[in-house]
């Protein structure tokens, strides 16, 4: 699946290998070495999800965790850490993690994971989902409309996970865009306009309808199927 992540690691190299491995395969990833920044950022920046280190400087990753689900957010906490006694597993669980990796780790289970916490999150049981006449599959980040592979770039698939995952839900420009860039870029005023008109033509023949409220923002729907007579 496409997510926006944010990587709370103060290791530099790990953080950005990190990084790499997951814009690699069409995330947008941000890295931050200090506890008490991601702290601050999290209290008014959403994310999809966040893959957390324990020592950092600032807070700890206990601490940032604990004061995240005390603001009742429920963003999925993937923790990376190096201790691997049951007793600290259990302590991360109660104190609101989703999951716990113990370094070194694989970069293949790693994606593993994070592909398995936000299905779980979304409520897809699988990493293939229907939508109508629209099946997505978040492995290969293919889309296929009655059948037939529908060619989209990693930001468009993004977009398109954005929409089905908030699905009857008015989406404001503003959530769009914390969803759809990193926190480095600056997208120019029109770029949500530029790409929602892309994705509304690549879907073509598709059953997902994106409809503008103007000075709102959008929302997207499945089309029910027209009752034959």
């Keep these: ?48 999800l966040i893959l957390l ?18 603001r009742d957010d429920d963003t999925p906490v993937l923790i990376l850490t190096a ?52 099946v997505v599959n978040r492995d290969s980040r293919q889309v296929f409309i009655d059948g037939e592979l529908t060619v989209i770039t990693n930001r468009e698939f993004r977009l398109l996970e954005i929409f089905l995952g908030h699905l009857g839900r008015v989406l404001s420009k503003d959530e769009i865009t914390d969803h759809l860039f990193n926190f480095n870029e600056t997208p120019g005023p029109n770029a949500i306009e530029l790409y929602v008109g892309r994705l509304r033509k690549k879907m073509g023949q598709g059953d997902l309808v994106i409809s503008t409220l103007r000075g709102i923002g959008y929302v997207a729907e499945i089309a029910k199927p027209s009752s034959s007579q």
């Design 83 to 134: 201790r691997d006694q049951i007793e600290d597993r259990i302590r991360l669980l109660d104190a609101g993690a989703d999951d716990y990796l113990t370094k070194p780790f694989d970069f293949g289970e790693l994606e593993a994971r994070c592909r398995a916490l936000l299905r779980r999150k979304q409520g897809y049981a699988t990493n293939v989902t229907e939508h109508g006449n629209i």
């Design 1 to 48: 699946m496409v997510m926006r992540i944010l990587v709370v690691e103060d290791t530099q190299v790990l953080g950005q290998a990190i990084c790499e491995r997951l814009t690699s395969l069409g995330h947008g990833v941000d890295l931050i070495g200090d506890g008490k920044r991601a702290d601050e950022l999290l209290k008014y920046q959403s994310v999809d």
């Design 53 to 70: 280190d324990l020592n950092l400087p600032g807070l700890s990753g206990l601490q940032l965790l604990q004061k995240l689900r005390q």
